[in-house]
T-cell receptor, first 113, second 114 residues
Framework: LAKTTQPISMDSYEGQEVNITCSHNNIATNDYITWYQQFPSQGPRFIIQGYKTKVTNEVASLFIPADRKSSTLSLPRVSLSDTAVYYCLVGPRGRAAGNKLTFGGGTRVLVKP | DGGITQSPKYLFRKEGQNVTLSCEQNLNHDAMYWYRQDPGQGLRLIYYSQIVNDFQKGDIAEGYSVSREKKESFPLTVTSAQKNPTAFYLC?????????????FGPGTRLTVL
């Protein structure tokens, strides 16, 4: 999987929008960008994936510029329960039997009341 | 309910003892994985198995052993050879034919060596 760089931590307040940017300068043509969320003492869970432009689901939005060298995860109107670590991963879509996920340190988001 | 279970949630062991962490899934997934997470760090792959009776070493396999005798089960043994075993251990599985990002994680086991 391509190397990614994210901020170590971010603080926010309830009701605000949180934007986390991930750099992936060496992204390949067939790579997709995937974000995971991990709550304390739990396993990570998939939250969103995209290839280009914008993807939105019930949890978050993912913005990907035309050059795809970075991406931004947007969490609208965060609540205390959004406090978690968010990981950005980049790799080719499609079957990858036995492939391993490489999680960097992620971005620790703390939502304050 | 389908899912992945790990037991126990918390585990304490004395230095020099082997200990086995359980991972069971009823999702009918072929591939299973073991990861280790240290405080403030990402996940590192210990072992993975794509099919019953087959497994491969991950990035940090030294001091660990696994078995995959049944599709549903992938136990991890932390041996006395593992120099720094205190960590959070996560088990995951991938749907049959699934992609690298389709990993479902269990709740984890926190191992503390006394």
């Amino acid at each position: 999987l391509a190397k990614t760089t994210q901020p170590i931590s971010m603080d926010s307040y309830e009701g605000q929008e949180v934007n986390i940017t991930c750099s992936h300068n060496n992204i390949a043509t067939n790579d997709y960008i995937t974000w995971y969320q991990q709550f304390p003492s739990q396993g990570p869970r998939f939250i969103i994936q995209g290839y280009k432009t914008k993807v939105t689901n019930e949890v978050a939005s993912l913005f990907i510029p035309a050059d795809r060298k970075s991406s931004t995860l947007s969490l609208p109107r965060v609540s205390l329960s959004d406090t978690a670590v968010y990981y950005c991963l980049v790799g080719p879509r499609g079957r990858a039997a036995g492939n391993k996920l490489t999680f960097g340190g992620g971005t620790r988001v703390l939502v304050k009341p | 309910d389908g899912g992945i279970t790990q037991s126990p949630k918390y585990l304490f062991r004395k230095e020099g003892q082997n200990v086995t962490l359980s991972c069971e899934q009823n999702l009918n997934h072929d591939a299973m994985y073991w990861y280790r997470q240290d405080p403030g760090q990402g996940l590192r792959l210990i072992y993975y198995s794509q099919i019953v009776n087959d497994f491969q070493k991950g990035d940090i396999a030294e001091g660990y052993s696994v078995s995959r005798e049944k599709k549903e089960s992938f136990p991890l043994t932390v041996t006395s050879a593992q120099k720094n075993p205190t960590a959070f251990y996560l088990c995951a599985s991938t749907p049959t034919g699934g992609a690298w990002y389709e990993q479902f994680f269990g709740p984890g086991t926190r191992l503390t060596v006394l």
